[in-house]
């Protein structure tokens, strides 16, 4: 299936993509796909009634995941192979400092990126140099009503853009993301804009986003257009801050509370020196993650999407500096699923 195809076949499962048309292209697929079981529970909500909070309580079904497909399986990425036998359906590893590829696997398709889009909104927010100290407010149009995922803010809270931009990119936090895109110079649609066109002036061709919080499969990109987004995040201190802290206790509404990371890797005794990151979940993505790390003294940028689970994120990226670190006597060498040719990203 060559890259033209499949860029297709994912956007087209990305914007119309049911269950019922996954186990279709599955079945046809030649692979056994079991109905996915759903469960029901009751979800405590906090609304605006008049300019008041109102606790109310509403029964979500939900969609249990078990094996259902991601959109990178659909398109048939897991079907390839690669030296390193990652779980991961895509992945890409480069020299940051001149953009050679060392490793690469589908590292051309657009897919849903899930919470790393919130490097963008990073990016976004501090280029577009808001006030850091402005105090911003959660309210019920940052409740996440598309995935309903669970969120340490509540409506009413009260946080420093800071303290939110913080949270969003160490802790993933949706609500904070969507907070910093609402309070954006002309809302969030205004922000959503301006995210796309900095992925624009950045060359990142297959990317386009929806939202501030990358809860939408909308939000799509490939691995070689996450790369060039580290390459830029990396610039600002403040992101390669804030995204490989631990944890942090920040303010929220006048009061202490202690946020940790999404990431283990970047765990004071984890073994690796991580300069930038952040991972993402959902469904139609897999686990993801976008690296700039320090391997053998060469710094590198890595992008892991669609992998199947948590444990299989890290042991990917585990494999890949295991590898890397192998490779140091010839450092620089190119290793693909299609091709060993070495290549470098211009614009980068």
């Not at 033209?4 to 599955?26: E, K």
């Not at 995040?233 to 995204?243: N, T």
């Amino acid at each position: 299936m060559n890259k033209l195809a499949i860029s297709v076949l994912v956007s087209l499962l990305c914007a119309s993509a049911s269950i019922g048309s996954a186990q279709a292209a599955v079945k046809k697929a030649g692979t056994r796909y079991a109905a996915p079981a759903t469960q029901s529970q009751m979800v405590k909500r906090t609304v605006s009634v008049r300019g008041r909070n109102k606790i109310v309580y509403q029964r979500v079904t939900k969609v249990a995941d078990f094996n259902r497909p991601t959109m990178g399986d659909l398109a048939g990425l897991n079907l390839v192979r690669d030296p390193l036998d990652l779980k991961s359906n895509v992945a890409l590893v480069l020299d940051q400092a001149n953009s050679e590829v060392l490793f690469e696997k589908n590292a051309g398709v657009a897919l849903p990126i899930a919470s790393i889009t919130k490097m963008m909104t990073g990016l976004v927010v501090v280029e577009a140099n808001q006030d850091l100290d402005e105090m911003l407010t959660v309210t019920d149009d940052d409740v996440d009503r598309e995935k309903f995922s669970s969120s340490r803010l509540k409506v009413g809270d009260h946080l420093t853009r800071r303290n939110m931009l913080h949270i969003a990119l160490m802790s993933s936090e949706n609500r904070a993301a969507s907070a910093l895109g609402r309070n954006y110079p002309g809302g969030l649609p205004a922000f959503v804009q301006a995210m796309n066109e900095k992925a624009q002036s950045l060359g990142m061709n297959d990317t386009h986003y929806v939202d501030s919080s990358g809860l939408s499969k909308m939000n799509v990109a490939s691995a070689r257009d996450l790369a060039r987004l580290v390459q830029a995040a990396y610039e600002h201190p403040i992101l390669r801050e804030f995204s490989t802290d631990p944890k942090a206790v920040v303010e929220n509404s006048g009061r202490p509370v202690t946020f940790g990371t999404t990431n283990r890797l970047v765990a004071p005794n984890s073994g690796w020196e991580i300069g930038l990151q952040k991972t993402g979940f959902i469904n139609e993505a897999g686990r993801c993650m976008i690296m700039q790390a320090m391997v053998e003294g060469r710094a590198v940028i890595m992008v892991l999407l669609d992998a199947k689970g948590t444990a299989a994120r890290v042991a990917d990226a585990t494999r890949m500096k295991k590898w890397l670190a192998a490779l140091k006597p010839t450092f620089g060498e190119n290793v693909s699923g299609a091709s060993t040719s070495a290549q470098s990203y211009s614009g980068m």
